[in-house]
């Protein structure tokens, strides 16, 4: 099973930016989804994005809620695939949460809703916390 582990939180102003890493330990190239999520004290999980990899790159690999469209971005990285980035940007109060990445290796093109029942694999998660 892969291991995840989280890294990039921290605080930051309104407005800043982040830029969350999901590492993947081994990892071997299988096709399976890479999901964020966020987690507010005394909320239910959340899906933010996620994006399908180990495939042929096509349309509808990438997913985003409609809250974060256009500020944050989901990507792998080229050199290290074993690694998933969500880079934040235009952060705001309500972007402060718990951030967790997990995997899903059943998930299906074109990616939708990103739900936290469909993902078994999960990291630890790293705080974000922005000020106004």
């Known amino acids: 099973q892969v291991h995840l582990v989280e890294s990039g939180g921290g605080s930051v102003q309104a407005g800043g930016s982040l830029r969350l890493s999901c590492t993947m330990s081994?990892?071997?190239?299988?096709?399976?989804?890479v999901g964020w999520f966020r987690e507010i004290l005394g909320k239910e999980r959340e899906g933010v994005a996620a994006?399908?990899?180990?495939?042929?790159?096509?349309?509808?690999?990438?997913?985003y809620v409609d809250s974060v469209k256009g500020r944050f971005t989901i990507s792998q990285d080229n050199a290290t695939t074993n690694m998933v980035w969500l880079q934040m940007n235009d952060l705001n109060s309500q972007d402060t949460a718990i951030y967790y990445c997990?995997?899903?290796?059943?998930?299906?093109?074109?990616?939708?809703?990103?739900?936290?029942?469909?993902?078994?694999?999960w990291g630890q998660g790293t705080q974000v916390t922005v000020s106004s």
């Open positions: 997990a995997t899903d290796r059943l998930c299906t093109l074109p990616l939708g809703e990103v739900r936290p029942e469909d993902y078994t694999n």
């Open positions: 994006i399908y990899i180990g495939g042929v790159p096509t349309r509808g690999m990438r997913y």
């Open positions: 081994d990892y071997r190239g299988s096709r399976t989804c």
